[in-house]
């Protein structure tokens, strides 16, 4: 019995306030997140074209949106790619055009003018009638 009791107050005495006191947390670094440009793709026709500022603005609305892809997309260059109707493949990280690509140039159907002839054709009365029955 005294072993025990002998034992039992070593480690009573070994361990001190270990019982009592909460452990403290380990010290964490922050993460810092830093925002990745993402580069995105879209496929459609360019709607608005502008030149501001010394770049030329896009507005491009997409033909593909199947599968969470954009639905349109707006951006600047200073570089000037393509014309506002043209169909067009463009790359871009953020705000700015990495490349673009003409898949279609804008159809422009010419018009035709249609005139119409005013002639009226006129007939005389008629002067005899004939029925035969046969």
């Known amino acids: 019995m005294l072993k025990y009791f002998l034992s039992l107050v070593l480690c009573i005495l070994f ?9 403290a947390q380990p010290l964490q670094k922050k993460i810092v997140v830093k925002k990745v ?14 030149y501001d500022g010394g770049k030329y603005c896009y507005q491009i609305v997409a033909t593909d949106t199947s599968n969470l892809k954009l639905s349109n997309a707006s951006f600047c260059s200073a570089k000037f790619y393509h014309n506002k109707g043209d169909l067009v493949y463009a790359t871009f990280y953020g705000d700015n055009i990495k490349e673009m690509l003409l898949i279609r140039p ?6 035709k003018k249609r005139t119409f002839k005013n002639r009226k054709n006129i007939i005389s009365v008629p002067r005899e009638e004939k029925i035969s029955f046969d």
């Open 15 to 23: 361990s001190g306030c270990a019982f009592l006191n909460t452990k």
């Open 106 to 111: 804008k159809i422009e159907e010419k018009k």
């Open 37 to 50: 440009k993402k580069m995105s793709t879209i496929k459609g026709y360019i709607t608005e074209l502008s």
